[in-house]
């Protein structure tokens, strides 16, 4: 038997797949060669998917810590021994407490709709729990944009087989967008230029027409000075400008020092190449920016983000298909699904609970008042991917904290629970998976029975509710209900028949050509009253970071410090403690400079001690060309029993929040090297 599903990983790719069953097994799996962007292609990592779900490891059963937090030692017991201790507990808090003392955590590491936010979120609405501000990677890209052009929508990347000159920006395309590099081949293949940059030489910077590496955190100098060429040499489309944008004449004062040369002693990018670059960007049509999430990993990332898209504003590149800026198009997926329906607001009846950012888990665990009793986790590892990783542990340590985690293993998260709850995998569990890098709603199939006592997210906390025996109806509505009704003008029957759905998109691929932007002015706004009413700047402008080579800390903490994504085998968190995913990665590391390494007496492969006031930890160092001097690098990802120290990168990362949008300035971070 063939069952049909999508991948639910946090991936802009969002492939279709296909699950051969046998007697009730999981043999095989592979692409749907029907998905119209996958086309039957599946990653390293998920072509070994069935490695997760038979596990030897795996969490089948309901399970109460009883060594020592963080020591991992459990037993078994029923599901609802589980959730009567569960239930006692939150009832208690709640009582004694207050229902903000519960804090409800979770994020993408299963992406579908209904992993997501099914009846959890309606779940701790009508509890009244502390609210999460899911900030930690995303947001605060869309936030940027909204602030240029009221909508974080942009074109569908498939468009860029029509440009001709393709910037991928902070973007390492070929790795974490890996079905989207065929359609940019294609556009090489009809004439298109593509130019990489990025603070790192990635594999998509090896492939690229031209590599410009500034550095880390000083893009927006680069973009400001592009913005200075074509102001000033009169390479702006201003037809466009006049009938679409507002505040062109105080963005071209604002722009008069903006020079090359000011931005190439900051970005450390010599000045004809910007120039030129400038030049290109603004002669060339269709000219196309795609770019992601990464470089929103910096105290000004909204900045970054909210000054890149000006400069489609300026050459009036929207005006052609495969022209403008291309990121998340998960906004048009959303546009399908009722937000309210699905996690029912209304059930806060009138209740408006604090909110905590989950970057900022370590300060809520430590130092929230009132206190945070109790965690419940569910589709995420913080102890792996939230900074400052030891102030995390430092409050998962506490004995009056009460924690629950819904997980597929013991993670090092998990090691922290007083109750682990099995949970299913996504070959387990119906689901719909809206994508954020193409534009196809898939439908995800159960494949086969779920193994053990595993549970969906959504039946985790229909028991937990039942247990507290709640009588809200809709905590208890089954999983095709809940997805009938958040996608209400969606036929059901046919998107579960044909797997996916294409969700409405302009025909013509011009989403902003004839402007229609959604802000106060109804134009792109170069110049911002919001922003300035929100005490940031009105136009958009370069401010290095406090934690940053220009900032304080930097006589101490000399390197910054990179923690990218550039694992074949594994994805965040997901996949690393497997065998034959991590193992081959070859293990943590640092990369260095080799100018960095030998001021600092240290050769390939030497143990190295990566410090800051947050903590510290050993690694063997690679010698790379890969970054500049002054940058050094720990790609992330890897559980702490990877590390000889069990520290893992997040131990030494900034928790300084973004300028707004709520996210992260994990690349903010500075750090010192000596022999270990």
Same mark, same amino acid.
């Given at each position: ?262 931005? $190439? /002693?900051?970005?450390?990018?010599? @000045?004809?190449?910007? =120039?030129? !670059? +400038?030049?290109?960007? *603004?002669? #060339? ?9 990464? $470089? /929103?990993?910096?105290?000004?990332? @909204?900045?970054?983000? =909210?000054? !890149? +898209?000006?400069?489609? *504003?300026? #050459? ?23 937000? +309210? ?336």
């Amino acid at each position: 038997m063939l069952v049909h599903g999508t991948c639910h990983h946090d991936c802009p790719d969002s492939c279709g797949w296909v699950v051969t069953v046998e007697n009730g097994r999981a043999v095989d799996m592979s692409g749907d060669p029907t998905h119209p962007f996958s086309r039957g292609e599946l990653c390293p990592k998920v072509n070994r998917f069935l490695d997760r779900v038979h596990s030897p490891d795996r969490v089948l059963h309901p399970l109460r810590r009883v060594g020592a937090k963080g020591e991992g030692r459990f037993e078994q017991i029923s599901w609802d021994e589980a959730t009567t201790i569960i239930a006692e507990r939150l009832r208690s808090t709640i009582r004694d407490n207050g229902a903000e003392s519960i804090l409800p955590f979770s994020d993408a590491g299963n992406q579908g709709m209904l992993a997501m936010s099914g009846i959890s979120a309606r779940f701790f609405h009508h509890l009244g729990a502390s609210r999460l501000i899911r900030a930690l990677c995303g947001p605060t890209v869309g936030a940027g944009v909204k602030m240029t052009n009221g909508s974080s929508l942009g074109f569908d990347p498939l468009d860029l087989e029509h440009s001709r000159l393709i910037l991928l920006w902070g973007t390492n395309t070929r790795l974490t967008n890996r079905h989207l590099w065929p359609t940019i081949e294609m556009a090489r293949e009809r004439g298109a230029r593509v130019v990489v940059i990025d603070p790192l030489r990635t594999i998509t910077a090896d492939s690229a027409d031209e590599f410009i590496q500034p550095r880390a955190g000083t893009d927006i100098a680069m973009m400001l000075a592009m913005m200075h060429v074509i102001i000033t040499e009169d390479r702006v489309d201003r037809e466009w400008i006049g009938a679409h944008t507002f505040g062109f004449e105080e963005l071209a004062e604002h722009l008069t020092t903006w020079t090359p040369e000011r931005a $190439a /002693e900051m970005t450390g990018v010599d @000045a004809e190449v910007i =120039r030129r !670059l +400038a030049r290109d960007y *603004a002669t #060339t049509r269709p000219a196309a920016i795609r770019t992601l999430v990464g $470089a /929103e990993h910096h105290e000004n990332g @909204a900045m970054f983000f =909210r000054t !890149l +898209a000006c400069l489609p *504003a300026l #050459t009036g590149a929207w005006r052609d298909r495969g022209g403008g800026l291309s990121r998340s198009v998960g906004s048009w997926q959303e546009e399908l699904i009722d937000d +309210a329906a699905l996690e029912r607001p209304d059930l806060l009846a009138g209740r408006s609970p604090r909110t905590i950012n989950m970057s900022r888990l370590g300060e809520a665990l430590t130092a929230a008042d009132p206190v945070v009793r109790d965690l419940i986790v569910w589709n995420a590892n913080p102890m792996v991917t939230i900074p400052n990783r030891e102030l995390v542990r430092e409050g998962l340590e506490r004995e009056d904290l009460f924690c629950v985690v819904h997980d597929q293993f013991i993670t090092d998260t998990a090691r922290y629970a007083d109750i682990v709850l099995p949970a299913t995998t996504h070959i387990e569990s119906v689901d719909v998976v809206p994508a954020w890098g193409h534009l196809w709603l898939g439908w995800n199939e159960p494949a086969i029975t779920p193994l053990g006592e595993a549970v969906s997210n959504t039946e985790c906390f229909r028991r937990i509710a039942a247990a507290m025996d709640l009588d809200e109806p809709s905590l208890f509505d089954d999983d095709l209900t809940l997805i009938r009704d958040a996608l209400p003008t969606v036929d059901i029957d046919a998107l579960r028949a044909d797997h996916h759905l294409r969700v409405p998109y302009p025909n013509d691929g011009r989403p902003w050509a004839n402007g229609g932007f959604p802000t106060m002015t109804g134009r792109v706004e170069f110049a911002s009253d919001q922003l300035e009413q929100l005490g940031h700047p009105r136009l958009p402008d370069y401010i290095p970071p406090v934690e940053g080579p220009a900032g304080p800390l930097a006589e101490r903490f000399p390197l910054q410090l990179l923690t990218p994504k550039h694992h074949l085998r594994f994805l965040n968190s997901s996949y690393t403690h497997l065998p034959g995913h991590g193992d081959r990665e070859g293990g943590p590391f640092i990369e260095m400079h080799r100018d960095d390494a030998a001021q600092r007496g240290l050769d390939q492969d030497s143990q190295a001690e990566v410090h800051n006031d947050r903590g510290s930890m050993s690694l063997p160092v690679r010698i790379t060309d890969r970054v500049r001097p002054g940058t050094v690098v720990i790609p992330w990802g890897w559980w702490a029993d990877q590390h000889p120290d069990r520290r893992v990168a997040n131990s030494l990362t900034n928790d300084t929040l973004t300028d707004w949008g709520g996210g992260v300035a994990f690349s903010d971070t500075l750090v010192e090297v000596r022999p270990a």
